[in-house]
């Protein structure tokens, strides 16, 4: 049994004792807290067109990015018996899962009947329970680029690309149903998942239809199979009470912040109403003074992620009963402050709107990956040359506006 600890990096500054330090901090924390934040792990610094940078410093642009500061780094024990232990969530983790793609119910069934390192309690997890394990030092790259790099800890989990051309489609099943409506045409029922192979949340075809519960025709299921059935993905079985991590316990401190107790996060209550550029949100919340506080920053996707509400039955995908939000548009995105693996021109946003996609020959944007999603936005549109090609998978194009609201964190 071997335990493996990462720190990501944060700015050169912080000797080895302080790394030290911190590091019992955090794991001080995450055993005080029912739903403990694991780092994004993302350690380097990026330009508004990609590139890589030094790390800023405080009086220059682009400071306050993700690799900026130190959170619960990952913490994972290999059990040596098909099984990983996750040190900061408390969760148990099937170390290799099936190389095969499994539809909605056969994941469910796959799990609940999966014995594994003396345990039979396995289950499909929740989105936020997944999304627990994305590592954002992912990339997936074109063959001419090099090798990709996939978005979880390889040292201790298995993960297998699919076979070439479909290398982008290693799309994960959570057991969180898009309750909000149908996806993709009007017609399907989602269940949302992680792409442990490009980066994203997005909701999938449940094989089912939204309205009736019965199954979906084939004519219901863009670039699916002719027998009707969603193309299906792969799981990650895991093991542990899903009545505790992802739960929220939020405090309205009538201040204009709300405490989430389950995290030890504080929230701006409400947005400004002032879409921004990436660099402009990042600059935003270091210089927010709000609450007697002036420690705000932009969060990073995990952060955010935690606040989205997923068992809300109509959109925004967040209490609005704790928090205001600017309804604008309907594709409500807000940035974080991480840095899209793949196309490093973009940062992640976490989508409480309808995350907009089209496909093929239509000419119309739907709800096609759920309020909810985790996509990403261009950061600038200054000085940039990308085209469709880059910018859309064979499936998709998203909506992608480099305006996108902000909502901090301290």
């Known amino acids: 049994m071997k335990s493996i600890n990462h720190f990501p990096n944060t700015s050169s500054l912080i000797s080895g004792l302080a790394a030290t330090m911190m590091f019992s901090g955090q794991f001080a924390l995450a055993s005080g807290t029912s739903y403990p934040i694991v780092d994004t792990m993302q350690d380097a610094w990026y330009g508004t067109d990609g590139t890589a940078i030094d790390c800023p410093s405080s009086d220059e642009t682009l400071y306050g990015q993700d690799a900026q500061y130190s959170r619960t780094a990952a913490s994972y024990t290999d059990n040596d018996n098909g099984t990983v232990s996750d040190n900061v969530t408390g969760l148990v983790w099937q170390q290799s899962p099936e190389n095969a793609r499994l539809q909605f119910a056969e994941a469910k069934s796959y799990c609940e009947s999966l014995s594994l390192g003396g345990t039979a309690d396995w289950r499909v997890p929740t989105i936020k329970e997944l999304y627990s394990l994305a590592d954002f030092r992912g990339e997936l790259l074109k063959p001419e680029q090099g090798s990709p790099t996939p978005y979880i800890d390889t040292s201790v989990f298995d993960f297998q690309y699919p076979r070439p051309p479909m290398v982008f489609a ?37 094989g089912l239809d939204f309205f009736t519960g019965g199954e979906a025709s084939n004519s219901g299921l863009a670039n699916g199979p002719a027998d009707g059935k969603a193309p299906g993905n792969y799981v990650r079985c895991v093991s542990g009470n899903e009545n505790t991590y992802g739960q929220n316990d939020f405090v309205d401190n009538n201040d204009g912040t709300v405490s989430d107790q389950a995290t030890g996060l504080d929230w701006q209550q409400g947005d400004d109403g002032n879409r921004r550029e990436w660099a402009d949100a990042l600059a935003y919340c270091e210089s927010l003074e709000l609450a007697g506080h002036q420690d705000w920053r932009l969060p990073d996707s995990k952060e955010l992620h935690s606040i989205v509400d997923y068992d809300k039955a109509d959109i925004p995908a967040i209490d609005e009963s704790l928090f205001d939000i600017t309804r604008d548009s309907d594709t409500l995105d807000y940035w974080t402050s991480t840095t899209f693996g793949d196309i490093k021109s973009h940062a992640n946003v976490i989508v409480f709107g309808k995350a907009l996609s089209k496909a093929g020959d239509q000419t119309e944007y739907t709800d096609w990956h759920g309020s909810g999603a985790q996509r990403s936005s261009i950061k600038t549109l200054d000085d940039q040359t990308l085209t469709d090609e880059d910018l859309c998978s064979i499936n998709a194009c998203d909506v992608d506006r480099p305006d996108n609201l902000v909502r901090c964190v301290r």
Request: glycine share 18%; net charge positive.
């Open 170 to 206: 290693g799309q994960y099943w959570s057991s969180t149903l898009y309750v909000k409506g149908p996806i993709i045409n009007g017609k399907n029922q989602g269940a949302f998942g992680f792409n442990f192979a490009d980066g994203h949340i997005k909701a999938y075809g449940t």
